[in-house]
Protein backbone atom coordinates (compact mmCIF):
# COMPACT_ATOMS: atom_id res chain seq x y z
CA UNK A 1 0.00 0.00 0.00
CA UNK A 2 2.63 2.29 1.01
CA UNK A 3 4.44 0.94 -2.28
CA UNK A 4 1.91 2.21 -4.28
CA UNK A 5 1.30 6.06 -2.72
CA UNK A 6 4.77 6.31 -3.36
CA UNK A 7 4.79 5.64 -6.58
CA UNK A 8 1.66 7.71 -7.18
CA UNK A 9 3.31 10.69 -5.48
CA UNK A 10 5.86 10.27 -8.13
CA UNK A 11 4.10 10.66 -10.68
CA UNK A 12 2.26 13.73 -9.76
CA UNK A 13 5.60 14.81 -9.24
CA UNK A 14 6.67 14.06 -12.51
CA UNK A 15 3.53 15.60 -14.43
CA UNK A 16 4.39 18.94 -12.23
CA UNK A 17 7.98 18.84 -13.29
CA UNK A 18 7.33 17.96 -17.02
CA UNK A 19 3.96 21.00 -17.15
CA UNK A 20 6.85 23.27 -15.60
CA UNK A 21 9.64 22.41 -17.60
CA UNK A 22 7.45 22.67 -20.83
CA UNK A 23 6.12 26.03 -19.54
CA UNK A 24 9.87 27.16 -19.60
CA UNK A 25 10.69 25.73 -23.13
CA UNK A 26 7.98 28.03 -24.30
CA UNK A 27 9.14 31.27 -22.12
CA UNK A 28 12.69 31.02 -23.48
CA UNK A 29 11.91 30.37 -27.12
CA UNK A 30 9.23 33.53 -26.88
CA UNK A 31 12.61 34.99 -24.69
CA UNK A 32 14.90 34.39 -27.70
CA UNK A 33 12.69 35.77 -29.87
CA UNK A 34 12.32 39.26 -27.91
CA UNK A 35 15.93 39.40 -27.32
CA UNK A 36 16.38 39.04 -31.11
CA UNK A 37 13.95 41.88 -31.99
CA UNK A 38 16.72 44.48 -29.35
CA UNK A 39 19.63 43.56 -31.87
CA UNK A 40 20.89 46.19 -34.13
CA UNK A 41 23.07 44.51 -37.31
CA UNK A 42 23.90 41.25 -36.18
CA UNK A 43 21.41 38.50 -38.36
CA UNK A 44 20.42 34.90 -38.14
CA UNK A 45 23.59 33.72 -39.38
CA UNK A 46 25.16 35.37 -36.02
CA UNK A 47 22.38 33.74 -33.43
CA UNK A 48 22.76 30.56 -34.57
CA UNK A 49 26.73 30.21 -34.84
CA UNK A 50 26.75 31.86 -30.52
CA UNK A 51 24.39 29.10 -30.14
CA UNK A 52 25.69 26.33 -31.14
CA UNK A 53 29.44 27.48 -30.47
CA UNK A 54 27.84 27.53 -27.29
CA UNK A 55 25.63 24.36 -27.13
CA UNK A 56 29.20 22.58 -29.11
CA UNK A 57 31.54 23.80 -25.86
CA UNK A 58 28.20 22.61 -23.14
CA UNK A 59 27.67 18.70 -24.86
CA UNK A 60 30.80 17.97 -25.44
CA UNK A 61 31.55 17.27 -21.25
CA UNK A 62 27.98 15.49 -21.02
CA UNK A 63 29.07 13.49 -24.03
CA UNK A 64 31.87 12.29 -22.96
CA UNK A 65 30.79 11.75 -19.00
CA UNK A 66 27.80 9.09 -20.53
CA UNK A 67 30.58 7.57 -22.75
CA UNK A 68 27.84 7.94 -25.67
CA UNK A 69 29.43 7.44 -29.50
CA UNK A 70 28.21 10.56 -32.12
CA UNK A 71 27.95 7.98 -34.38
CA UNK A 72 24.94 5.07 -34.30
CA UNK A 73 25.27 1.31 -35.53
CA UNK A 74 22.63 1.82 -38.57
CA UNK A 75 23.65 3.65 -41.00
CA UNK A 76 19.55 4.36 -41.60
CA UNK A 77 19.46 5.96 -37.89
CA UNK A 78 22.40 7.98 -38.65
CA UNK A 79 20.60 9.68 -41.49
CA UNK A 80 17.16 10.20 -39.62
CA UNK A 81 19.64 11.73 -36.62
CA UNK A 82 21.32 14.06 -39.17
CA UNK A 83 18.39 14.67 -41.36
CA UNK A 84 16.50 15.58 -37.76
CA UNK A 85 19.16 18.09 -37.34
CA UNK A 86 19.60 19.57 -40.32
CA UNK A 87 15.51 20.38 -40.53
CA UNK A 88 15.93 21.49 -37.02
CA UNK A 89 19.07 24.43 -37.50
CA UNK A 90 17.23 25.50 -41.03
CA UNK A 91 13.65 25.90 -39.05
CA UNK A 92 15.63 28.21 -36.48
CA UNK A 93 17.65 29.97 -39.08
CA UNK A 94 14.33 30.85 -40.80
CA UNK A 95 12.23 31.72 -37.59
CA UNK A 96 15.43 34.30 -36.82
CA UNK A 97 15.55 35.61 -40.19
CA UNK A 98 11.34 36.03 -39.96
CA UNK A 99 12.14 38.38 -37.31
CA UNK A 100 13.30 40.95 -39.65
CA UNK A 101 10.15 41.23 -40.73
CA UNK A 102 7.32 40.58 -38.70
CA UNK A 103 6.50 41.50 -35.11
CA UNK A 104 7.34 38.50 -32.51
CA UNK A 105 3.96 37.63 -31.97
CA UNK A 106 2.94 36.81 -35.96
CA UNK A 107 6.29 35.00 -36.38
CA UNK A 108 5.50 32.69 -33.71
CA UNK A 109 1.86 32.21 -34.22
CA UNK A 110 2.75 31.24 -38.10
CA UNK A 111 5.69 29.01 -36.65
CA UNK A 112 3.20 26.96 -34.73
CA UNK A 113 1.10 26.13 -37.39
CA UNK A 114 3.50 23.05 -37.17
CA UNK A 115 1.02 21.52 -34.81
CA UNK A 116 -1.40 20.99 -37.94
CA UNK A 117 1.31 20.35 -40.21
CA UNK A 118 2.59 17.56 -38.40
CA UNK A 119 -0.60 15.51 -38.51
CA UNK A 120 -1.04 16.41 -42.21
CA UNK A 121 2.38 15.17 -42.32
CA UNK A 122 2.08 11.95 -40.29
CA UNK A 123 -0.83 10.94 -42.53
CA UNK A 124 1.35 11.08 -45.59
CA UNK A 125 4.89 10.03 -44.78
CA UNK A 126 3.98 7.56 -41.90
CA UNK A 127 0.38 6.70 -43.03
CA UNK A 128 -1.36 7.40 -39.85
CA UNK A 129 -5.38 8.29 -39.39
CA UNK A 130 -6.82 11.69 -39.23
CA UNK A 131 -10.51 11.97 -38.05
CA UNK A 132 -12.78 14.67 -39.39
CA UNK A 133 -12.39 16.61 -36.08
CA UNK A 134 -9.12 16.94 -36.66
CA UNK A 135 -9.37 18.11 -39.97
CA UNK A 136 -11.77 20.92 -38.75
CA UNK A 137 -9.06 21.82 -36.31
CA UNK A 138 -6.58 21.83 -39.08
CA UNK A 139 -8.96 23.82 -41.01
CA UNK A 140 -9.46 27.00 -38.47
CA UNK A 141 -5.56 26.92 -38.15
CA UNK A 142 -5.57 27.78 -41.52
CA UNK A 143 -8.11 30.25 -41.04
CA UNK A 144 -6.11 31.80 -38.49
CA UNK A 145 -3.10 31.81 -40.39
CA UNK A 146 -4.76 33.92 -42.60
CA UNK A 147 -5.74 36.25 -40.76
CA UNK A 148 -2.14 36.48 -39.61
CA UNK A 149 -0.71 37.00 -42.92
CA UNK A 150 -3.32 39.19 -43.93
CA UNK A 151 -2.98 38.79 -48.00
CA UNK A 152 -3.48 41.90 -50.30
CA UNK A 153 -6.35 40.32 -52.52
CA UNK A 154 -8.72 39.05 -49.15
CA UNK A 155 -7.69 42.57 -47.28
CA UNK A 156 -6.73 44.44 -49.65
CA UNK A 157 -3.40 46.97 -50.00
CA UNK A 158 -1.95 47.87 -46.16
CA UNK A 159 0.86 50.50 -46.16
CA UNK A 160 3.06 50.07 -49.49
CA UNK A 161 6.17 50.04 -47.82
CA UNK A 162 5.34 47.07 -45.46
CA UNK A 163 4.14 44.93 -48.06
CA UNK A 164 7.01 42.98 -49.04
CA UNK A 165 8.17 42.59 -45.79
CA UNK A 166 5.02 41.05 -44.71
CA UNK A 167 5.25 38.63 -47.49
CA UNK A 168 8.87 37.36 -46.45
CA UNK A 169 8.26 37.33 -43.61
CA UNK A 170 5.05 35.10 -43.75
CA UNK A 171 6.81 33.13 -46.01
CA UNK A 172 9.96 32.46 -43.91
CA UNK A 173 7.74 32.14 -40.83
CA UNK A 174 5.43 29.54 -42.81
CA UNK A 175 8.52 27.70 -44.11
CA UNK A 176 9.74 27.26 -40.55
CA UNK A 177 6.72 25.60 -39.24
CA UNK A 178 6.90 23.12 -42.55
CA UNK A 179 10.85 22.47 -41.35
CA UNK A 180 9.99 22.42 -37.64
CA UNK A 181 7.04 19.75 -38.82
CA UNK A 182 9.14 17.71 -40.87
CA UNK A 183 11.73 17.30 -38.00
CA UNK A 184 9.11 16.69 -35.66
CA UNK A 185 7.70 13.64 -37.68
CA UNK A 186 11.94 12.49 -37.83
CA UNK A 187 11.77 12.48 -34.89
CA UNK A 188 8.54 10.51 -34.07
CA UNK A 189 10.33 7.86 -37.20
CA UNK A 190 13.29 8.05 -35.18
CA UNK A 191 12.08 7.15 -31.85
CA UNK A 192 13.63 7.50 -28.42
CA UNK A 193 16.43 4.86 -28.71
CA UNK A 194 18.86 8.18 -29.34
CA UNK A 195 20.18 10.40 -26.43
CA UNK A 196 19.45 13.30 -26.31
CA UNK A 197 23.19 14.26 -26.23
CA UNK A 198 23.89 13.12 -29.75
CA UNK A 199 21.33 15.01 -31.22
CA UNK A 200 22.33 18.44 -29.66
CA UNK A 201 26.20 17.28 -30.62
CA UNK A 202 25.14 17.12 -34.17
CA UNK A 203 22.83 20.05 -34.35
CA UNK A 204 25.61 22.26 -32.79
CA UNK A 205 28.54 21.22 -35.94
CA UNK A 206 25.40 21.62 -38.33
CA UNK A 207 24.35 24.77 -37.46
CA UNK A 208 27.52 26.56 -37.27
CA UNK A 209 28.57 24.82 -40.99
CA UNK A 210 25.56 26.22 -41.98
CA UNK A 211 25.31 29.47 -40.68
CA UNK A 212 29.03 30.29 -41.76
CA UNK A 213 28.58 29.05 -45.06
CA UNK A 214 25.45 31.16 -45.16
CA UNK A 215 27.33 34.06 -44.32
CA UNK A 216 29.86 33.50 -46.44
CA UNK A 217 27.39 33.64 -49.54
CA UNK A 218 25.69 36.73 -48.63
CA UNK A 219 28.97 38.41 -47.53
CA UNK A 220 27.60 39.26 -44.22
CA UNK A 221 30.24 37.45 -42.33
CA UNK A 222 31.75 39.73 -39.84
CA UNK A 223 32.56 40.24 -36.49
CA UNK A 224 29.20 42.24 -34.88
CA UNK A 225 29.52 45.10 -32.50
CA UNK A 226 29.55 44.41 -28.40
CA UNK A 227 25.77 45.30 -27.89
CA UNK A 228 25.21 42.55 -30.76
CA UNK A 229 27.33 39.93 -29.30
CA UNK A 230 25.65 40.10 -26.36
CA UNK A 231 22.12 39.82 -27.41
CA UNK A 232 22.68 37.61 -29.65
CA UNK A 233 24.76 35.41 -27.07
CA UNK A 234 21.66 35.42 -24.56
CA UNK A 235 19.56 34.88 -27.64
CA UNK A 236 21.65 31.41 -28.34
CA UNK A 237 21.49 30.87 -24.19
CA UNK A 238 17.70 30.91 -24.46
CA UNK A 239 17.61 28.19 -27.10
CA UNK A 240 19.74 25.88 -25.09
CA UNK A 241 17.64 26.80 -22.24
CA UNK A 242 14.60 25.85 -24.66
CA UNK A 243 15.92 23.01 -25.92
CA UNK A 244 17.07 21.54 -22.43
CA UNK A 245 13.75 21.97 -21.15
CA UNK A 246 11.85 20.19 -23.79
CA UNK A 247 13.97 17.51 -23.27
CA UNK A 248 13.34 17.10 -19.69
CA UNK A 249 9.24 17.66 -20.51
CA UNK A 250 9.46 14.96 -22.40
CA UNK A 251 11.44 12.40 -19.97
CA UNK A 252 8.59 13.19 -17.42
CA UNK A 253 5.06 13.66 -19.73
CA UNK A 254 3.82 12.55 -22.81
CA UNK A 255 4.63 14.17 -25.76
CA UNK A 256 1.40 14.99 -26.89
CA UNK A 257 0.87 17.44 -22.94
CA UNK A 258 4.13 18.75 -23.91
CA UNK A 259 2.91 20.41 -26.91
CA UNK A 260 -0.05 21.48 -25.51
CA UNK A 261 2.02 23.46 -23.38
CA UNK A 262 4.52 24.62 -25.31
CA UNK A 263 1.73 26.30 -27.64
CA UNK A 264 1.73 28.83 -24.85
CA UNK A 265 4.57 30.59 -26.41
CA UNK A 266 1.94 32.17 -28.61
CA UNK A 267 0.91 33.77 -25.66
CA UNK A 268 4.04 35.13 -23.89
CA UNK A 269 5.24 36.31 -27.24
CA UNK A 270 1.98 38.53 -27.53
CA UNK A 271 2.75 39.56 -24.03
CA UNK A 272 6.77 40.20 -24.19
CA UNK A 273 6.11 42.78 -27.37
CA UNK A 274 3.42 44.56 -25.69
CA UNK A 275 5.41 45.14 -22.05
CA UNK A 276 8.91 45.58 -23.71
CA UNK A 277 8.64 45.95 -27.46
CA UNK A 278 5.01 48.55 -27.30
CA UNK A 279 3.79 47.01 -30.02
CA UNK A 280 -0.11 45.64 -29.99
CA UNK A 281 -0.89 43.41 -32.93
CA UNK A 282 -4.02 44.34 -35.37
CA UNK A 283 -7.21 42.92 -34.73
CA UNK A 284 -7.13 40.51 -37.03
CA UNK A 285 -3.55 39.11 -36.18
CA UNK A 286 -4.65 39.10 -32.70
CA UNK A 287 -7.45 36.53 -34.02
CA UNK A 288 -5.70 34.48 -36.16
CA UNK A 289 -3.05 34.09 -33.40
CA UNK A 290 -5.64 33.25 -30.86
CA UNK A 291 -7.22 31.33 -33.35
CA UNK A 292 -3.97 29.06 -33.98
CA UNK A 293 -3.22 28.91 -30.58
CA UNK A 294 -6.65 26.93 -29.79
CA UNK A 295 -7.09 25.19 -32.39
CA UNK A 296 -3.54 23.57 -31.38
CA UNK A 297 -4.68 23.13 -28.27
CA UNK A 298 -7.41 20.73 -29.02
CA UNK A 299 -5.91 19.27 -32.29
CA UNK A 300 -3.33 18.53 -29.54
CA UNK A 301 -5.40 17.39 -26.70
CA UNK A 302 -7.72 15.59 -29.44
CA UNK A 303 -4.86 13.19 -30.75
CA UNK A 304 -3.64 12.29 -26.75
CA UNK A 305 -7.06 11.39 -26.13
CA UNK A 306 -7.36 9.31 -29.44
CA UNK A 307 -3.43 7.71 -28.63
CA UNK A 308 -4.90 7.40 -25.19
CA UNK A 309 -8.01 4.40 -26.21
CA UNK A 310 -5.58 2.97 -27.96
CA UNK A 311 -3.58 2.18 -25.38
CA UNK A 312 -6.48 1.03 -23.50
CA UNK A 313 -7.95 -1.47 -26.14
CA UNK A 314 -4.15 -2.55 -26.14
CA UNK A 315 -4.34 -3.56 -22.50
CA UNK A 316 -7.76 -4.50 -22.49
CA UNK A 317 -7.10 -7.13 -25.29
CA UNK A 318 -3.70 -8.20 -24.15
CA UNK A 319 -5.02 -9.09 -20.61
CA UNK A 320 -7.78 -10.77 -22.25
CA UNK A 321 -5.22 -13.07 -23.99
CA UNK A 322 -3.04 -13.80 -21.01
CA UNK A 323 -6.20 -14.83 -19.53
CA UNK A 324 -7.03 -17.19 -21.95
Known amino acids: MAQKVTQQTTGKCGTIVGFFCALLTAFSWALGGLLFKYVKEAGADEVQIARCLLQYILILPILAYK ?5 QKTFQTNILVLLRCLTGVASDWVYFSALQFLPLGDVTSVTNTMVALVGLFAC ?4 ERCSIGESLLTVITFVGLVLVARPSFIFGKTQAS ?3 DIIAGFLLSFGGAVLMSLS ?18 H ?5 LVFSLVSSAIKGTLRIPCKYDVMMVSLAGVTGIFGQLFVTLALQKEKAGYVVVVQSS ?3 FALILQLAFLGYFPTVTSLIGSLLIFFSSVFLTLTRVRSNDRKETNNEVVSNASSRI
Open 67 to 71: KKNAF
Open 124 to 127: ICLN
Open 162 to 164: STT
Open 184 to 201: MVILRKLGSGVHYSITMF
Open 203 to 207: YAWIG
Open 265 to 267: QII
